[in-house]
């Protein structure tokens, strides 16, 4: 954002002078040239102002020492120059603390030289300062915003339901259980949270709930069909051996069960049981569980990922709103706080099915967009044809890949 | 050469794969085996088999480099069906359990190798039984798959049997760790009317079948690789109470004779006259 340079002299020569000298410099600053105080004041009210140039003495009884602290009422960080023919009067400690940085005397000499020298010096010192303050305030807005929508964010309930069974999934389910035949069914779900909790949940097939599950997962039928890896059938004798295993109060009283098992991620595991088919499951049946537990399997392991990314994005979005409490001493704006890093690290080692540890992934990433911002998007191009030939090699050579 | 019987003949007559199956020493006992595994449920155990040993173990978890205390509980029932079976079939052998699945249900190749580390070197396991896989697909990277390698090579360099179940139901995918056999005993289902009857069925990653069917719990007429390896397991224990110091390649070449001397018995039999 360009400078703004508020002239304030009484005598139009002086203004048109000195507004000239800047256009000619070429800086690309704005320049306002006011005739009196009053002008100047209801200008400053709604515009930005950095750099004012006031004459020390401006007619009608006021002067422009008086002027600047007034424009420090709305600019407290206005930076002035004065213009006066009598500097040896002006109380420099005063004038100081207010915010004049320099004097042009108007009886010794006030060359075009000697102005743009005492602009474009305090110019050189308003630009960092300014940024800086820019960015602080950006910062603060920034903070103000995360602060307010964080919480509304993290109080969806979307996000903090555990074991997300999307609509899909459910609506799978039901149609399961109507081409297989199977008079009901139900799906278990299980899932661990990152301080160890569980959270081990039913549903029946039109998506409803099923309220309490009384039997540990250690003991269940769902842990069993877990360890199986494929679809189990349970029938009549079955259901009196049941040694290590106990049923939950929904799985009595049924005299066949057909049970798959999803395995979402680490910690996150689903199960689809299909209770009593008149004539008894077939293989067919079997076949048509298999399939859809492949898709379900699918489905949900996308909605992980899907929520895992948005946990990473809040977990940032937070980490990042911590950092910002000092974000005075954040020397380069550009670059990610320690904080931020190491969040983002832990949470990429948490993400399931990962292949790489979170520093790793963030090392790939930096040195992407540092070699895109250096050497553009054709270096990267080159980059992943590289990437691709060192996995087509080590493929090769470790003679296993089967696509 | 005239054919005439010997007085060797005479005693590979007298040994046949019944007489050290059923031999009464073959019991299991002094023969420790590991199974890596959900974890055993030891009082429903002991309620089966008043006979067994105290089952000893621990719990490994994938993200503590040292495992906790076993406490006689089990992480999933399907570890305990397979300890049944094995003590079904060598009721004196001393079971230790690794449970490698704990509260997350999954378990990760480094626990699995820390496991099978722990059975070699702390438990000084014999035999050690691996009634899972994890599906070529899920086990990519060279190195980590290297590593499970080294594991299972250095159980063998060590005089220890390791049998591990092959994947149920897709011929056409390997499992690790069945799929680096022969340095293991890669187990497949059967169906065989006597749970000591097993078959040399040779094939890519598969070297023997065992019975497919469990004892306890709700699957146990499900056939599937997690049966049939834990029955192989404790035959191979019952042969060794009878020669602790036998090597993995001596009890697969008794293996193999057994199969052998079984089906020429079988065809003597079917043989008219």
């Known amino acids: 954002m360009a400078e703004t340079v508020l002239i304030v002299d009484d005598e139009e020569p002086v203004r048109r002078t000195f507004r000239d000298w800047l256009a000619q410099a070429g800086w690309g600053v704005n320049v306002v040239a006011i005739a009196d105080a009053e002008a100047a004041l209801k200008h400053a009210q709604d515009n930005p102002v950095d750099l004012a140039i006031l004459d020390w003495n401006l007619g009608m009884g006021s002067d422009g020492l008086q002027l600047l602290e007034d424009l420090v009422e709305f600019h407290p960080d206005i930076v002035a120059i004065m213009v006066t023919g009598f500097a040896h009067q002006a109380t420099p400690l005063d004038a100081l603390r207010m915010g004049v940085r320099d004097y042009l005397d108007k009886n010794q000499e006030l060359t075009r030289e000697t102005f743009l020298a005492a602009v474009r010096k305090q110019l050189d010192r308003i630009a960092p300062a300014k940024h800086q303050r820019e960015f602080t305030r950006g910062l603060l807005q920034f903070r103000e915003s995360v602060g307010r929508i964080l919480p509304l964010v993290q109080s969806t309930a979307a996000l903090n339901d555990p074991v997300p069974l999307p609509e899909a999934v459910r609506h799978l389910f039901r149609f399961l259980v109507r081409l297989t035949g199977a008079a009901d069914g139900a799906m278990v779900g299980r899932h661990i949270t990152e301080d160890g909790t569980e959270r081990f949940l039913a549903f029946s097939p039109d998506g409803k709930a099923i309220p309490t599950l009384a039997i540990p997962f250690g003991r269940s039928l769902a842990a069993t069909v877990l360890s199986m890896n494929e679809p189990c059938l349970l029938m009549g004798e079955d259901l009196a051996t049941l040694g290590p295993v106990d049923l939950q109060p929904f799985e009595t009283n049924h005299e066949m069960l057909l049970a798959a098992p999803v395995v979402v991620a680490d910690g996150t595991h689903v199960v689809i049981e299909l209770f009593d088919k008149p004539g008894g499951f077939t293989a067919e049946d079997r076949r048509h569980l298999t399939g859809t537990t492949e898709f379900c399997t699918e489905i949900l392991r996308n909605a992980l990922a899907e929520r895992q990314t948005q946990r990473l994005l809040i977990n940032a979005v937070e980490s990042a709103l911590k950092a910002s409490e000092t974000a005075v001493g954040i020397a380069n704006p550009a670059g990610l706080p320690d904080e931020v890093m190491d969040q983002l690290k832990t949470d990429l080692n948490r993400t399931a099915n990962r292949v790489v540890d979170g520093e790793t992934s963030l090392e790939l990433a930096e040195a992407i967009r540092e070699l895109a911002v250096r050497h553009g998007s054709s270096s990267v191009r080159h980059c992943l044809r590289l990437i691709g030939n060192v996995r087509d090699m080590l493929d090769e050579l470790s003679g296993e890949w089967n696509g | ?273």
Not at chain 2, 184 to 212: C, M, N, W
Not at chain 2, 257 to 273: C, D, H, L, Y
């Open chain 2, 1 to 273: 050469m005239n054919g005439t019987p010997t007085v060797f003949d005479e005693i590979f007559r007298l040994l046949t794969p019944e007489r050290l199956l059923l031999d009464p020493r073959a019991t299991g006992e002094g023969v420790a085996v590991a199974m890596i595994d959900g974890g055993v449920e030891s009082s429903v155990l002991a309620a089966k088999h008043p006979q067994m040993h105290p089952i000893q173990g621990a719990i490994f978890r994938n993200d503590q480099p040292q495992p906790f205390p076993y406490l006689g509980h089990q992480s999933s029932p399907h570890g305990t069906t397979v300890a049944d079976i094995i003590l079904t079939m060598a009721p004196r052998v001393t079971l230790y359990s690794a449970d490698v699945f704990g509260p997350t249900g999954t378990s990760e190749v480094d626990t699995v190798i820390r496991a099978i580390r722990h059975a070699i070197d702390v438990w000084n396991c014999k035999v050690i039984n691996l009634s899972l896989g994890v599906p070529e697909a899920k086990l990519q990277q060279p190195a980590k798959r290297a590593q499970l390698l080294r594991t299972v090579e250095e159980a063998y360099y060590r005089d220890v049997l390791v049998f591990a179940a092959a994947h149920n139901e897709h011929p056409l995918t390997r499992s690790y760790p069945a799929a680096f056999a022969p340095p293991l005993i890669s187990v497949d289902k059967g169906l065989f009317a006597d749970p000591l009857d097993f078959a040399y069925a040779l094939r890519e990653t598969v070297e023997f079948q065992a019975h497919g069917r469990a004892y306890l719990g709700p699957f146990t007429r499900e056939p599937a690789t997690s049966w049939a390896t834990p029955h192989l397991s404790g035959i191979a224990a019952r042969l060794l109470s009878l020669r602790p110091e036998m090597k993995p390649f001596e009890i697969k070449t008794l293996l193999y004779w057994m199969f052998v001397a079984r089906q020429s018995q079988e065809s003597k039999a079917e043989t008219p006259g």
